[in-house]
C-alpha cells in the first residue's frame, strides 16, 4: 500500500513557470476491503472519469466494491438523505466534474 507521494498540480490556464510542490497531509491507508463511492453529477464523461479513476485505485487501496450514485443534475446538491446512506456504507467518496 501507498503511504505518501508527492503531487504536482498542474493548470493549462497559468502562465508562470514555477510549478509549486506540496506534500500531503497523512492518510491511514484502510487495510480492510472498503467500499468506495463515486458521485456522478451528471456532467458529460463525469461518470466515465470517475469510473477510470475509481479502477486505478484499486492498485492502491483494498477497494470490495465501487457504486455509483447518481445525482438528478449538476446544478443540485446531492439530497440529505442520499449523502447520509453514502457516508453510513462508504469509506472513500470521490466526486468531481467531468467537463
Avoid at 22 to 35: D, G, H, I, K, Q
Wanted: overall charge negative; some cysteine.
Amino acid at each position: 500500500m501507498s503511504s505518501c507521494e508527492m503531487l504536482v498540480v498542474l493548470r493549462p490556464d497559468y502562465e508562470d513557470d514555477q510549478v509549486e510542490k506540496f506534500f500531503p497531509a497523512p492518510r491511514v491507508v484502510p487495510e480492510e476491503p472498503f467500499t468506495l463511492t463515486i458521485i456522478d453529477n451528471g456532467k458529460p464523461k463525469a461518470k466515465q472519469l470517475l469510473t477510470e479513476v475509481a479502477s486505478r485505485m484499486r492498485d492502491r487501496f483494498p477497494i470490495a466494491s465501487v457504486e455509483v450514485v447518481s445525482k438528478a443534475s449538476a446544478g443540485k446538491p446531492l439530497e440529505a438523505d442520499v449523502a447520509q446512506s453514502v457516508a453510513a456504507r462508504s469509506r472513500m467518496v470521490i466526486t468531481g466534474i467531468g467537463d
